[in-house]
């Protein structure tokens, strides 16, 4: 007998990935742990006997030759399944997308790999017979399964994949209007409390460059779906990062989530004992190992010393910088930017800088004559500006929010380089130097007449 089962609290993508095996694998049942999402509770308690699930009380253990395990690489995750671990000729399949932690499961055949939700790595697997006969029902349950674990497409952790399996989900009949209703539960008073409770206690610090909300609350009991309220309290605060720490007595839950890929939640929670993915994750801590509020210090200095993949602005900005003194002739400006290829330049007067030149401003130049006026007639005198720590998404915001395409980087007084919107483009986008320069030339400075 072949079971395909996947972990506890399930969520949809693994109850997605659960019936996708069934298919995948004809002739193998699934299996759904006791606890479920209240979410996917909600769904099963009006959808189960379309599919062909059973509990882990309902399996005969000892027909079992064939495991699949979806979601998870984890034995402790899975539900009633320890007495098949180790047991000999036992085949297992392996398909999941948590690849920052290595867990104590492992596969026969495996389809582990960064991609959004297991679920759309069944999807680009799944042979074409079987993708035929999809229902419009499964295909409903297989996009919730993806747009939850995506953040309907959006999480850093979403692949091209991950849209193709939308793509297919949708024209498989998925409807999205059982979807929404799925993916949006309302929320309960357990969940609102604890939701106000949050937001009076978060306290918002930043942290090479981005923004990170903590709080740390006690509870009496356990709110479903905390996780949700921690990720609605992270917009709410506008903070690129969040972690919760809720204290019920003899442990401690932390729960974190990401927009920013410099912030790898399940990296940190995963030096804590927890796990998940870059973007969202948790972790369960003794109290009488470590008390709550040492683990908001433990966050907050693996946070500090994560430096190694915190890139700053300083490695985009263009350097050194050319500049120009305030005499400058207008015309010297347009030469000097032709020649350099560049579409901004600081004005100095020694060293410290009073003004800025760009492209668009010599297009004031109208009169001949106003060819030889100073270049401090032209240039801007309100200068915004950034530090070289800043993170290349707070340039973009500045950029973007004030509608400027060259910012100078200071420290102390000093012009350490400039900053385009070119050099940002450049650095989102992985884009080539050699493109860059053609970008530089398709906006090269029209020549003089
Ligand atoms: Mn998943």
Redo the contacts with the bound molecule.
């Keep these: 007998m072949h079971i395909v089962t996947t972990h506890k609290n399930t ?1 949809f ?2 109850l997605a ?1 659960v019936i996708a095996g069934t298919l995948f694998y004809p002739g193998a049942v699934g299996v759904i742990p006791s606890s479920v999402n209240r979410n996917v509770d909600q769904f099963l308690s009006t959808h189960k006997s379309a599919f062909n699930l059973i509990g882990p009380e309902d399996v005969d253990f000892e027909a079992i030759n064939r495991l699949t395990v979806v ?1 998870t690489n984890h034995w402790y995750r899975l539900d009633r399944m320890e007495k098949l671990r180790g047991r000999d000729g036992l085949h297992i399949d392996l398909w999941d ?2 690849m920052t932690t290595r867990g104590d499961i492992s596969g026969d055949l495996e389809y582990r790999e960064q991609i959004g ?3 759309s790595l069944f999807m680009r697997e799944m042979p074409q017979e079987h993708l035929r006969n999809l229902s419009p029902l499964e295909s409903t349950v297989f996009l919730i ?1 993806l747009y939850e ?1 995506t953040g309907h497409l959006t999480f850093p952790t979403t692949t091209p994949d991950d849209a193709r399996a939308a793509a297919l989900l949708l024209e498989h009949g998925a409807d999205l209007n059982v979807a929404r209703f799925f993916l949006n539960p309302p929320y309960e008073k357990g969940q609102k409390d604890a939701f106000f409770k949050m937001m009076q206690a978060t306290r918002r610090i930043t942290i090479h460059g981005h923004s990170v909300g903590f709080h740390r609350i006690s509870m009496r009991s356990k709110v479903p779906e905390l996780a949700e309220v921690v990720s609605l309290c992270r917009q709410v605060m506008g903070v690129e990062a969040i972690f919760g720490i809720y204290d019920l007595g003899n442990y401690h839950t932390i729960i974190g989530r990401s927009t920013v890929e410099a912030i790898d939640i399940g990296k940190i929670l995963g030096e804590l004992g927890g796990g998940g993915h870059p973007g969202a994750g948790s972790a369960s801590v003794k109290n009488e190992s470590t008390t709550p509020k040492e683990s908001e210090k433990n966050i907050e200095s693996l946070l500090l010393h994560n430096t190694a993949s915190q890139i700053t602005i300083a490695s985009i900005m263009s350097s050194p910088v050319i500049s120009v003194p305030p005499d400058t002739t207008m015309e010297k400006v347009k030469r000097i930017m032709d020649k350099q290829g560049v579409r901004g330049l600081p004005v100095m007067e020694g060293k410290r800088i009073c003004g800025i030149i760009v492209l668009s401003d010599l297009k004031r130049v109208k009169k001949t004559k106003q060819w030889q006026a100073p270049v401090k007639a032209f240039m801007t005198r309100d200068i915004t500006t950034t530090t070289p720590d800043a993170s290349p998404m707070q340039v973009a915001r500045i950029i973007i929010d004030r509608e400027i395409g060259y910012l100078p980087v200071i420290e102390k007084g000093e012009v350490l380089g400039i900053v385009s919107r070119t050099d940002l483009l450049g650095w989102f986008y992985h884009m080539q130097p050699e493109s860059l320069a053609t970008e530089l030339k398709k906006n090269a400075v029209p020549s003089l007449t």
């Design positions: 969520d993508d693994a990935s979601d997308h948590h939700a297991t679920i399964g674990d």
